[in-house]
């Protein structure tokens, strides 16, 4: 008997500690999980409020898209800061307005690098926290000193602001050079073959879009009368690297396959994958087994691509195990545009769908669907389903991600959000400047102010009204989402308020 017991006793002895070690483990797991889960940017370009079919306004279907906004957050109010691109991924990766910087606009594929190597971005802030850090796809923030030799390496780029790893296209799939850069080397360079890039005169003897129309296997409309690429005219002249360019057709899938592997070979620590999807901007370009798919032509065509992409994305991390130890954010750039410059039946096919949803405006617009986009936030088992009508820009990623990972990084611009971000609480911003093509509007609380602007009311060439108007616009959102009713003369108090509100943040 006494053998029996010392059996036992030694039994529980033993097992004991190696019970409270696993309780241990598991605490500390959860605990990671909770503290520095791996984070992934999902970032479209050009995705409209409507073109998402979980937002219940167009005709599109994006199945995968709307698995993540029914099983996390959707965001009904959800701001890219920039109603173009260049800006809004600014002010997504510093935390810093992009009205703030002259030269965030729109950038040529020779711009120079629009970040300060010296300032804080979110993959630095991470990195710091001991997190890996990527980028695949879609880059247009400038690369080197703006005097760039695309057959050297090419700094500063991503690598110099935060990304331990990058898989870019430079700027945008319709501007030169057409070719992948790795870690600031385009990929596949034929010494032999260098290329040359230029956006003031094209090389003698190359051919145009303008000049060669026999060449083209896609017509452009307005711009994008420059180089040809695989038939394609672009913005920009470039001349050789034949063997570095890409093929349109296979970006999704390349940049796919890389975002994958990246999660693969990272998945044992914390990472931090922003994956910048090039769809539905121009040239709209699905690979063959997505043409037809969406019946609303090439630019329908694209989103079901990408709602693909990130569906086998999504596969990739349960078949990796990490479904719950990792937060993803979905947003666009900015709001959408049907012809941006090439003829692709974006208008003709459209049919019924609303890429706007129920807002004014569009891509380059002061108006709400110029940068109001969908806004998703989606953690396996920490994230409750929740629609959220809180205001949220994509600058307030920098301080709500930072206060998730413990860190005490912070920017003027960038409001800590996290409960929100995680659907918690309903408490979103109460002001946010919005900006288009360098001009800027005021959102508070549920007003709009749009201050004078001179310019077109419509941008003829892509049929979308700009904002621009000789007198202020004031708009309630709560009653008039559409922003159809101007109240200006009829609440001048309000207008006044408004008024000095915008003056106090932009300083004018
Ligand atoms: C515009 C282009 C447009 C698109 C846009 C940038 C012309 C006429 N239009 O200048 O096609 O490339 O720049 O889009 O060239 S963004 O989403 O990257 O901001
Ligand atoms: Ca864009």
Redesign the pocket.
């Known amino acids: 008997t006494k053998l029996l017991y010392l059996f036992f006793f030694l039994l529980i002895a033993f097992l004991t500690p190696a019970c409270d070690n696993t309780a241990d483990t598991e605490e500390e797991s959860t605990e990671q999980a909770a503290t520095s889960p791996n984070i992934i940017f999902i970032y479209a ?2 995705l409209g409020y409507g073109d998402v079919s979980a937002y219940e306004v167009g005709q599109l279907s994006t199945p995968n898209i709307d698995r993540l906004a029914n099983g996390g957050v959707k965001f009904t109010n959800g701001y890219a800061s ?7 991924r600014y002010a997504l990766l510093t935390g810093s307005y992009p009205w703030r910087n002259p030269r965030a606009k ?2 040529p594929g020779t711009a120079p690098l629009l970040i300060d190597t010296a300032q804080m971005t979110v993959p630095k802030m991470l990195r710091a926290q001991g997190y890996h850090t990527g980028v695949v796809g ?1 880059w ?1 923030l400038g690369l080197g000193d703006g005097n760039t030799d695309w057959n050297q390496h090419i700094a500063p780029g991503p690598n110099e602001v935060g990304f331990d790893y990058s898989y870019i296209m430079a ?5 030169v050079p057409t070719v992948y850069i790795e870690d600031g080397d385009v990929v596949r360079l034929d010494p032999n073959d260098p290329i040359e890039v230029d956006y003031r005169q094209n090389f003698p003897g190359e051919p145009t879009g303008k000049d060669n129309p026999e060449m083209l296997k896609m017509k452009w409309h ?3 009368n420059s180089s040809i690429v695989n038939g394609i005219p672009r ?1 920009g002249f470039m001349k050789g690297g034949d063997a570095a360019k890409w093929v349109d057709e296979n970006m999704a899938d390349t940049f796919l396959v890389r975002a994958q592997d990246y999660i693969r070979m990272h998945k044992e620590e914390p990472f931090f994958l922003y994956y910048a999807l090039q769809q539905p ?2 040239p709209r370009t699905p690979h063959p087994r997505f043409v037809g798919k969406s019946g609303m032509g090439p630019r329908g065509d694209v989103i079901v691509e990408a709602d693909w992409c990130i569906g086998e994305l999504l596969k990739t991390l349960e078949a990796e195990g990490l479904m719950e130890n990792t937060l993803i954010v979905l947003s666009s ?2 709001g959408p ?1 049907l012809n ?3 003829y692709d039946d974006a208008v003709e096919k459209l049919g019924d769908h609303t890429p706007w949803g129920p807002l004014r405006g569009g ?2 617009s002061l108006f709400e669907a110029g940068t109001r986009v969908p806004f998703i936030s989606y953690w396996q088992g920490h994230i409750e389903p929740t629609v959220s009508d809180a205001v949220i820009s994509q600058i307030d990623l920098f301080a709500s991600l930072a206060e998730l990972v413990g860190s005490d990084a912070r920017t003027d611009d960038s409001e800590e959000m996290l409960d929100v971000l995680m659907g918690e609480s309903q408490d979103g911003r109460d002001e946010l400047i919005l900006e288009a093509t360098t001009r800027t509007a005021l959102r508070k609380g549920d007003w709009i102010l749009i201050p004078p602007y001179q310019g077109p009311a419509v941008n003829k ?2 049929n979308i009204e700009l904002g621009n108007a000789e007198d202020f616009q004031l708009y309630n959102l709560k009653d008039d989402l559409g922003q159809q009713k101007n109240l200006a003369e009829a609440q001048p108090e309000k207008l006044q308020e408004m008024i000095a509100a915008f003056q106090a943040i932009r300083g004018t």
């Open positions: 370009d050009d920039s109603a173009t691109c260049s800006p809004s729109i950038l879609k247009h700027a945008t799939q319709d501007r307005h711009g994008h913005i901007h121009v750039d900015n545009v941006d410059g090439y891509k380059y060439s892509v």
